[in-house]
Each structure stands twice: as structure tokens, then as C-alpha cells.
């Protein structure tokens, strides 16, 4: 059984190794070393990929949504000799995340904090989280990074972390920003789980987005569960897993 599980997340890393060069996560560009060392990809046996925030050397924040359903996940360690897999051993969603918030338009925490089996390369280092419990203001300038498509529905576009800066338009629920420029920029498939930095500090969680108009797809508004307001949360979760 091991051996087809790891099949299955190799098999996914196969297609995203095919994956031709491009210049954005949608309308962005690749990303720094310093946006490398903080954030990782994450694959699962159902063929999806997301990307999650370090926090320890064996613990990453992610979004809830991409550790659901039940599934095997992995974490992507891109190495000279080629790709490794670390195993994701435990997943603590948010207790107030509702999986049906995207059906039924009521936002909810769609944060995830997972351990890993085994401790990432040195070149990792834990990324700073906000504590900031008040909701930005309108036109604050956020980046995002994410190793999502750079076309909704390129699957070979994606495995690349890239980063784009785009402006709050508003917030919702009182724990999630929603980001535009109105030029075709944001997060894709397989951005979700990724920050949204102010300051160099993750202040938010991609969790999803749309087309222009609010239609499915990439390019029109992004959405991301603010990190202040659930630090209490995060903090007290990091510390029962065990993670160093």
C-alpha cells in the first residue's frame, strides 16, 4: 500500500516536472530566494497540489481546503538530484472552518497547520506571522506567492513559486481580504494555502479566486484568511503537534 500511495504522488510530481517555462502566477513573476526559503508545494494521492507557509523546520500553514479530503499529502523538496517527498503525518484544521463556505458564500478560517515526517532541508527558514487583529485598509499592497497555474487550467504551468503584488478592495466577515487590480492578476490553482505578505510578514492565506466579474477561474479577485485575528489559534495548534 505504501508503495502505490508513493506512486500516486510521484506520479503528480511526473506531470508537474513537464511543466514549460512562464512568467507569472497569474500576471506575476518568479519569486525570490527569500519568498523560496519560507514557502513549500504540497501534493496529495487525489491530484491536486497546493502550497503552505513554514513556520518550524516540520510544520507548515497552509489552507484547510488543501488537506481535504481525506487523502495522502506530501511536501515537494526540490533537490539537485531531482524531487523529494517528505510525508505529511498530522493535519489540524481550523475548528471553524466549514468546507461548504464556498457554496454557501459564508467565510469561514480556511487555515490548516500540518506536520511533516521528517524536518525540511537547512534551506528552509520559518516565515514571520502577523499578529495584527485589525483588518487592512482599502488599497494596502499585499504580494503573494504561490507555485499554482499561470493559465487556469494549464496544469504544466504550475510548480514554479512565483509572486505578484496586488491591493486589498475590501475585506469580508471581518477574516478575509479580497485583492485586485482589475488587470488579470491573482492566484490560480494551486496557489491556495500560500501567503499574502505585507511587509515582508504573512498577513494572510490564499484561499481562493475568480475570474473578472466573479465568474470561475484566475485573474479577477483573490481571497485570503487573515492571519492576525486566528494567531491565538495558530500559536496554541503549533505548539500541541510537537513541532520544532
Known amino acids: 500500500m505504501r508503495r502505490l500511495v508513493l506512486a500516486a504522488l510521484v506520479a503528480s510530481l511526473a506531470a508537474l516536472s513537464l511543466a514549460a517555462p512562464a512568467h507569472a502566477i497569474v500576471g ?13 508545494m504540497i501534493v496529495s494521492t487525489r491530484g491536486a497540489s497546493c502550497t503552505g507557509v513554514v513556520l518550524a523546520p ?38 471553524s472552518f466549514d468546507p461548504n463556505s464556498f457554496a454557501t458564500r459564508r467565510p469561514t478560517p480556511d487555515l490548516a497547520l500540518v506536520r511533516l515526517g521528517e ?29 499554482g497555474v499561470t493559465r487556469d487550467g494549464d496544469g504544466k504551468s504550475a510548480g514554479t513559486l512565483r509572486t505578484v503584488e496586488l491591493p486589498s478592495i475590501g475585506t469580508t466577515g471581518g477574516i478575509m481580504v479580497r485583492l485586485s487590480d482589475g488587470a488579470a492578476k491573482g492566484g490560480c490553482t494551486g496557489d491556495s494555502g500560500g501567503p499574502a505578505y505585507l511587509g ?30 486566528q494567531r491565538a489559534w495558530i500559536d496554541a495548534t503549533v505548539r500541541g503537534m510537537g513541532t520544532r
Not at 83 to 93: E, H, S
Not at 216 to 227: D, E, Q, S, Y
Request: charged share 15%; net charge positive.
Open 119 to 147: 524536518p525540511l532541508p537547512a534551506g528552509f527558514r520559518p516565515a514571520r506571522l502577523s499578529a495584527e487583529p485589525a483588518l487592512p485598509a482599502r488599497r494596502t499592497a499585499f504580494t503573494l506567492a504561490g507555485f
Open 28 to 40: 506575476g513573476r518568479p519569486a525570490e530566494a527569500e519568498l523560496k526559503a519560507e514557502t513549500a
Open 58 to 95: 516540520n510544520a507548515l500553514l497552509t489552507a484547510a481546503h488543501c488537506v481535504q479530503p481525506a487523502a495522502d499529502y506530501a511536501v515537494v523538496v526540490f533537490e539537485a538530484a531531482g524531487p523529494r517527498l517528505i510525508p505529511i503525518t498530522r493535519i489540524a484544521l481550523h475548528p
Open 200 to 229: 515582508g510578514i504573512v498577513a494572510g492565506i490564499i484561499g481562493w479566486s475568480t475570474a473578472a466579474g466573479g465568474a470561475r477561474g484566475c485573474g479577477g479577485v483573490t481571497g485570503a484568511t487573515l492571519v492576525g485575528p
